[in-house]
């Protein structure tokens, strides 16, 4: 069984200056983003200029920060919060929801699209394509944390990982199992699915891979969205079976997590949109 290599989260250390790996990670997206959206605007995309995009930008990283902590807040732990609101505020100790960050995104560029005078499918399908890279590299950054670690697997499978970082939560699980006992005695580490590469690898790679493809010929304005809404919401449920669910939340109704069940309007909305779109509206860039 692998063991994870424990990266010292600090990338770079300049006297009192911290550089950790995690912000690098979000750092790397906002660059994606930029180098993909100008090679679409000079590949011919006459709707956006290289000063919008770096608007665009400024709009989306506001909504991926208010909207993915607020996102965290109301999905995960509203109690928590509601008795300590000030502790919303503190992002540095954790707590970002994807889904939460999504929805920021989507409000952002509404405003976006409102100031500028575009469609907002002209935006959003402008976007989608740049999205997937950045999310591969924050979900690297979560393996190098060695945090959001997958559930437990059979020591003997290739892909079995022990993490440290998860030893509170290995001898609590162990307690109610024999079988997890005996390996946490041999491996001192409980063998967990590396579910963080898993999301790189689906979420991330495989997701732009499809995205970028689609949006290469004209299509009906809107069906690029939906494409990248589906396709996330159908890898993200896929890997969420390998994810260990949160301990304070466990998994949900018919046994699906948290995630699972913010995905699942996902898949049926991007499926019905792109439906919809492909009949109302002609191609486009």
């Known amino acids: 069984m692998l063991i994870h290599p424990q990266f010292d989260p600090v990338a770079i250390s300049l006297g009192p200056l911290a550089i950790r790996w995690y912000a690098l990670s979000y750092i790397l997206a906002f660059v994606l983003f930029i ?3 100008r090679y679409r605007i000079k590949a011919g995309n006459t709707l956006f200029t290289k000063e919008m995009l770096d608007d665009l930008l400024t709009w989306g990283v506001l909504g991926v920060i208010l909207g993915g902590r607020l996102g965290y807040v109301l999905f995960y732990q509203p109690g928590v919060y509601l008795e300590h609101p000030l502790n919303i505020l503190k992002v540095w100790e954790g707590g970002m929801s994807f889904h939460g960050g999504f929805l920021g995104v989507l409000v952002a560029m509404w405003l976006f699209a409102k100031r500028r005078g575009l469609g907002f499918w002209q935006v959003m399908d402008f976007v989608a394509p740049l999205v997937p890279l950045g999310l591969a590299s924050g979900r690297l950054g979560n393996f190098i944390n060695g945090e959001l670690w ?5 020591p003997q499978k290739f892909w079995a990982m022990g993490f440290p970082q998860a030893a509170y939560e290995d001898v609590q699980m162990a307690a109610a199992n024999p079988q997890w006992q005996q390996w946490l005695a041999e491996y001192s580490a409980l063998p967990r699915h590396p579910s ?3 999301q790189f690898a689906l979420e991330g790679i495989a997701l732009f891979v499809i995205v970028w493809l689609f949006s290469k010929k004209p299509r009906p304005t809107g069906q690029v969205s939906m494409v990248f809404l589906a396709g996330y919401g159908i890898f993200r449920f896929i890997a969420e079976f ?3 669910p949160d301990d304070f939340l466990g998994l949900l109704g018919f046994g699906l997590s948290m995630g699972q069940w913010l995905s699942l309007p996902m898949i049926i909305l991007g499926v019905i949109g ?3 779109f492909g009949k109302r509206n002609k191609p486009t860039l």
């Open 150 to 154: 997958g559930r437990i697997t059979d």
């Open 242 to 244: 390998a994810r260990q």
């Open 196 to 198: 963080q590469l898993y």
């Open 35 to 37: 180098v993909l959206g």
């Open 274 to 276: 792109f439906i919809y």
